[in-house]
């Protein structure tokens, strides 16, 4: 992980069940982080598209910009640490990533 402080969680099972249903599990507020994503928005150009997508319709429509939380920032980043926390930013930002990631899979 990028940021070094947080460590994934692993939940791994079994189920004698034969029909099985696919369900997306994703954090909520509150695990947000600097640079979230950036190694799939640099490796996977279907991820990339859909974050670019998101990035655009947030500025445009909201006015929010969150491009510099995800893909790095010449800012300083203690400064954007701070800002990611605020909901109006840290929930944009968490809906990109959750959004690109069901959209890739």
Known sequence: MKNGSKKPITVT???DKANH???FLFPGGGSQYLNMGYDL???MPVFRN???DCIALLKKNQGVEIDHFLL???ND???NALALQS???ALPTLFTIEYALGKMW
């Open 13 to 15: 099972g079994n189920s």
């Open 21 to 23: 249903k696919i369900v």
């Open 41 to 43: 928005y640099e490796s």
């Open 50 to 52: 859909y974050v670019d």
């Open 72 to 74: 790095g920032s010449k």
């Open 77 to 79: 980043n203690t400064q």
């Open 87 to 89: 909901p109006s930013i």
